[in-house]
């Protein structure tokens, strides 16, 4: 069976650093899948999203063993051009991944860069915006937007490469209460439309949308148990 996430015992260990930091990672996702990984800070969460999505081993060059697959190919393999139509990441603070100065020309600046035709792009603006729900905000600078709303729109120049993978690293952790409730309603919503979805977590309490949980502690991953 091929997964749209597969982890086969990766081991990463950064250049200067003693210690491996993930120590035997295995792990499946199956398409439509929500997962959610709880950890303690600095236990190596983001490095494993930065595996999945390429930082490791294109940008970071430590030592990995093992291999990271998404749709059966190795991701060590593909260039970031082509993991960035697989595989879309929604960072922690929203303010590092908005720079245009309207929310049309952010979300469109992915498909510009594919070299798409200029009717392309604008569908894919419109998709993706109405997917997060803010069309109404379109012609708006991001600046003024809550925390929650920034992050519907960094997902949004995501989802605007059409990716079948999202990976949501600490997304809510800057986010109040409401905009949390926004992003979980959008995720699901997201599930249903047959999107694979990995959400990393400190607070557990975020990953009540989650079909299942694993916790990430020692460089390995365990069945979440219900505490850390
Ligand atoms: N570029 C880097 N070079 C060297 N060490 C790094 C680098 N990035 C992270 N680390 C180290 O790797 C460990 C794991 O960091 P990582 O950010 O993956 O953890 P995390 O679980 O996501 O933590 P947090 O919740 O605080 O973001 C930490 O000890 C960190 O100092």
Redesign the pocket.
């Known amino acids: 069976m091929i997964y749209p996430i597969e982890v086969k015992n990766l081991y990463y260990q950064?250049?200067?650093?003693e210690e491996s930091?993930l120590r035997g990672i295995n792990l499946q996702i199956r398409k439509g899948e929500v997962v959610g990984i709880v950890?303690?800070?600095?236990?190596?969460?983001?490095?494993?999203?930065?595996c999945m999505c390429g930082i490791i081993p294109h940008i970071?060059k430590?030592k990995l063993k093992g291999e990271a697959l998404l749709f059966g190919e190795p991701v060590k393999n593909m260039d970031l051009a082509a993991v960035a139509t697989k595989v879309g990441v929604v960072f922690?603070d929203p303010d590092t991944q908005l720079f245009s100065p309207t929310i049309e020309d952010e979300i469109a600046f992915g498909p510009e860069n594919l070299c798409l035709s200029r009717e392309e792009i604008s569908e894919r603006v419109s998709e993706a915006i109405d997917l997060v729900g803010m069309g109404k905000y379109r012609y708006s600078n991001p600046y003024h937007l809550s925390g929650g709303q920034k992050q519907l729109i960094a997902l949004a120049s995501i989802l605007s490469l059409k990716p079948e993978i999202l990976i949501f690293?600490?997304a809510m952790?800057q986010i109040d209460t409401e905009g949390r409730k926004l992003i979980k309603e959008k995720i699901v919503a997201l599930k249903n439309t047959g999107k694979t979805i990995l959400m990393?977590e400190?607070d557990f309490s975020n990953l009540d949308i989650a079909d299942r949980i694993m916790v990430?502690k020692d460089g390995k991953l365990e069945v979440f148990q219900g505490k850390l």
């Open positions: 950064y250049a200067g650093k930091i950890g303690l800070s600095g236990n190596g969460k983001s490095t494993l999203c930065y970071y430590g922690q690293d600490e952790a990393v400190h990430l």
